[in-house]
């Protein structure tokens, strides 16, 4: 049930993020021996973008798994979650000016060379994605696994989004009226790797007949019938 109102959480035709918006990508998983970074093998890449409100302060926010950083896939990312027009902020990572060549404006922020620590010069998806982890580690107890952490990151979405919503029945009630606009969820389509169905063997198709010398007559097979004749 947790999963279907997870799925509930996405509102259909939702409006993008737009004005200035940081975008940047963190690893979601445990710690595992081997390369860091953008190269880290065993972890999810996901897509945390941010809207950033002035002066100061965070606005909504989306996050996304995507299988690699290119620039193709990063530019789904941007048309799916971000309206044309809007400020990009990003670091000096090479793929996002192809991924924001047409319909953004395009601030590249490089880390290194600013002298600011990364949670400095792009303080919103960094808050956001230290609050994500920790999420995942407090209340879940860092039990979710890759094939639906994409659940549990629109589960975030929508909690981080509303957080100042002062009235947390009328903010049920919404996910409520969501639940019933969606269409039916099966469980096979919420379970990754569903365990295969049980097919029951089918039955021999030739009839195996006993030997002659295994015959029994009616007689033998219960005699306490003719007992009394």
């Keep these: 049930m947790l999963h279907r109102f997870r799925t509930a959480m996405v509102r259909p035709g939702r409006e993008q993020l ?16 081997g390369k860091r970074g953008r190269g880290a093998a065993g972890k999810a890449l996901v897509v945390v973008a941010v809207e950033i409100l002035s002066p100061k302060g965070f606005g909504r926010c989306r996050l996304r798994i995507i299988p690699n950083a290119q620039a193709l896939t990063l530019r789904s990312v941007l048309l799916e979650c971000v309206e044309p027009g809007s400020i990009v902020v990003t670091d000096g990572f090479k793929s996002y000016t192809p991924a924001t060549m047409e319909g953004y404006r395009h601030h590249p922020v490089t880390v290194a060379l600013s002298g600011d620590p990364a949670h400095a010069s792009l303080p919103g ?4 994605a230290s609050l994500l982890k920790r999420w995942l ?11 639906h952490l994409q659940g549990y990151l629109d589960e975030f979405a929508f909690r981080f989004n509303r957080r100042r919503s002062e009235f947390r029945g009328l903010l049920f009630r919404r996910l409520l009226e969501q639940a019933v606009q969606l269409g039916p969820v099966t469980y096979r389509s919420l379970v990754v790797n ?3 169905k049980y097919k029951k063997p089918k039955p021999p198709t030739d009839h195996r007949v006993g030997p002659p010398s295994l015959a029994i007559t009616p007689e033998r097979l219960r005699p306490w019938r003719n007992h009394n004749r």
């Design 18 to 33: 737009n004005g200035t918006v940081e975008v940047d990508e963190t690893f979601v998983g445990g710690v595992k021996p």
């Design 137 to 147: 580690l407090g209340t879940h107890q860092g039990a979710v696994e890759v094939d």
């Design 125 to 128: 998806v960094h808050r956001v």
């Design 194 to 196: 569903p365990t295969p």
